[in-house]
T-cell receptor, first 112, second 109 residues
Framework: EAQVTQNPRYLITVTGKKLTVTCSQN?????MSWYRQDPGLGLRQIYY???????DKGDVPEGYKVSRKEKRNFPLILESPSPNQTSLYFC???????????FGDGTRLSIL | GIQVEQSPPDLILQEGANSTLRCNFS?????LQWFHQNPWGQLINLFY???GTKQNGRLSATTVATERYSLLYISSSQTTDSGVYFC???????????FGTGTRLKVLA
């Protein structure tokens, strides 16, 4: 089954403790992206990747890191999480940058 | 950067009614997509429609790129249509996506 898989689905953690949210897709898609969703603000793009080793900033990249060492994986790294990064995070992928995006089921992060 | 506005922000319909959701954008785009976020939070791609008209069952969408707007039509609405509808665009020459703030739809039985 074609899918985008995020882990974990839920996480409660504390300020400053490094964490990684994994994202994996099985559709051989070139384009992958991370978004955060906050009430009243819709979805905002954090980072995106056009292909392996090619990443670029979205609208809200501060406090996040990404890497794309393999085509199928695109982890989101919070080196020193802060409470303002409490949010619902989505990973998405598409065949190319201007193709329909497929979303994972989301990761709800709470940073205390 | 490009601005995306959706209207109306909220919509309540009786089952069976029709509705039109609008997405305005402030610059030329190479990509426009409509998504439905269901009450469980899942985001489903409805249409990839940078220009022209597409139909999928009771849903159809039209994008008039030269006038910088897109419309999503829902006919004979059902309670399962409830949720939030987002449009997302990327500006010509980039692959960065900007989402509108959505239209929250509630369909009453």
């Amino acid at each position: 089954e074609a899918q985008v898989t995020q882990n974990p689905r839920y996480l409660i953690t504390v300020t400053g403790k490094k964490l990684t949210v994994t994202c994996s897709q099985n559709m051989n898609h070139e384009y992958m992206s991370w978004y955060r969703q906050d009430p009243g603000l819709g979805l905002r793009q954090i980072y995106y990747s056009m292909n392996v080793e090619v990443t670029d900033k979205g609208d809200v990249p501060e406090g996040y890191k990404v890497s794309r060492k393999e085509k199928r994986n695109f982890p989101l790294i919070l080196e020193s999480p802060s409470p303002n990064q409490t949010s619902l995070y989505f990973c998405a992928s598409s065949l190319k940058g201007v193709q329909p995006q497929h979303f994972g089921d989301g990761t709800r992060l709470s940073i205390l | 950067g490009i601005q995306v506005e959706q209207s109306p922000p909220d919509l309540i319909l009786q089952e069976g009614a029709n509705s039109t959701l609008r997405c305005n954008f402030s610059d030329s785009v190479n990509n426009l997509q409509w998504f439905h976020q269901n009450p469980w939070g899942q985001l489903i791609n409805l249409f990839y429609i940078p220009s022209g008209t597409k139909q999928n069952g009771r849903l159809s969408a039209t994008t008039v790129a030269t006038e910088r707007y897109s419309l999503l039509y829902i006919s004979s609405s059902q309670t399962t249509d409830s949720g939030v509808y987002f449009c997302a665009v990327s500006s010509s020459g980039t692959y960065k996506y900007i989402f509108g703030t959505g239209t929250r739809l509630k369909v009453l039985a």
